[in-house]
């Protein structure tokens, strides 16, 4: 059984919850918290395995809730947003900051012929979130006494100009993705795109939220849009997101790959083709298997490739099966990864 403990200001929604989760004959509802401090003290005193967690909340909000609960009890914590707008969903992402590992939309009511799916995908989070096992969070981290910061390598691979930059991501992504984003300077020289699996209807607010936190322009194209250099391109919901030589972003309503829509396989896959040794391609923490064989792809075509090592991963389904496959040029942690980046670009521009 998975013990999950809802944390939720309003009585109605909060019921709503009970009634959803409580439903699946594998998750046992353990308790309720009215707000942020109740679940503070709940966690600690019920130890659940999942903690569905709401943003506005009276006495401590679901940030600083969920702040004090991963530097006390780590617990996985999944954020239930009721927000609509791109602007409140991207507030709604700096939980993930705070150490939560997913956002989910609060599902529609009964009566709303969405009802079934957005319950499922509560649901199905749950008890995905429930297998990850998440440390402790410190206010401040101090290094180690006699530690000694080790500079990025210096990546082997092509002396070919690099003209783009492709990203795959799951289950802890968002993190791994602005570590990534937020290092590099403002005018990096080349477009990046950006598969994130996430919940549907998210993907502006998580775009919006990354515009907020990195030095670099974000946004979510339209099909057949030029791809700038510097700009972040976020893949849209419901799309398969690919690129071409000529520096166009291609959106295709095909039929899923690995279950998901936008799938990384097809924007590796489409890189691959389109630039060879060209393209840098970077797959991140994630459960499944999503774009590892595609990244492998990449690398037989010239590419440099990237892979997220597995003590920085929140999951390290998707680049673990890039390194099995032999995927992977350089495995980083995503500072590291940003850093190799910088010295990547300038080092192939120079043809060095």
Do not use: C
């Not at 309003?10 to 009215?34: C, K, M, N, W, Y």
């Not at 599902?107 to 649901?123: C, F, I, K, N, Y």
């Not at 990534?180 to 775009?207: K, W």
């Not at 992977?328 to 192939?348: C, Y």
């Amino acid at each position: 059984m998975i013990n999950v403990l809802i944390v939720e200001d309003s009585p109605v929604v909060r019921q709503f919850l009970v009634h959803i989760l409580g439903s699946d004959p594998e998750i046992t509802v353990v308790g309720v918290a009215h707000n942020g401090e109740e679940a503070v003290e709940a966690v600690q005193a019920k130890r659940p395995d999942v903690v569905t967690m709401d943003i506005h909340m009276p006495k401590l909000n679901g940030f600083d809730a969920t702040r004090r609960i991963m530097e006390m009890n780590p617990v996985p914590i999944v954020i239930v947003s009721g927000s609509s707008t791109g602007e409140e969903l991207a507030t709604t992402f700096h939980a993930l900051e705070s150490g939560a590992l997913a956002v989910v939309r609060r599902p529609s009511g009964v009566a709303h012929p969405d009802h079934e799916t957005s319950a499922r995908e509560l649901v199905r989070t749950v008890k995905l979130m429930s297998e990850v096992k998440v440390v402790r969070r410190w206010r401040t981290r101090p290094r180690p006494a006699g530690a000694v910061e080790q500079p990025p390598p210096k990546p082997s691979g092509t002396s070919e100009i690099i003209q783009l930059v492709a990203l795959g991501a799951s289950t802890g992504g968002p993190i791994a993705l602005q570590t990534i984003l937020s290092r590099l300077p403002r005018g990096f020289p080349v477009p990046l795109v950006v598969v994130q699996h996430m919940a549907e209807g998210f993907v502006r607010g998580f775009a919006d939220w990354l515009g907020q936190t990195t030095p670099l322009p974000v946004r979510v194209p339209g099909n057949g849009e030029w791809m700038e250099p510097g700009h972040v391109y976020i893949a849209p919901d419901g799309y398969h997101t690919l690129v071409r030589s000529d520096l166009r972003i291609v959106l295709r309503k095909d039929e899923p790959e690995n279950g998901l829509r936008p799938s990384v396989a097809p924007l590796f896959r489409s890189a691959a083709e389109a630039f060879g040794p060209k393209a840098i391609g970077i797959l991140l923490t994630g459960m499944g298997t999503d774009g590892a064989a595609e990244l492998k792809l990449m690398s037989d075509a010239g590419a440099v490739t990237f892979v997220q090592d597995k003590e920085s991963s929140i999951v390290h389904g998707m680049p673990g099966e890039a390194i099995r496959l032999g995927a992977a040029t350089h495995i980083l942690p995503p500072e590291k990864i940003s850093d190799a980046l910088v010295l990547l670009h300038h080092r192939v521009s120079k043809g060095k």
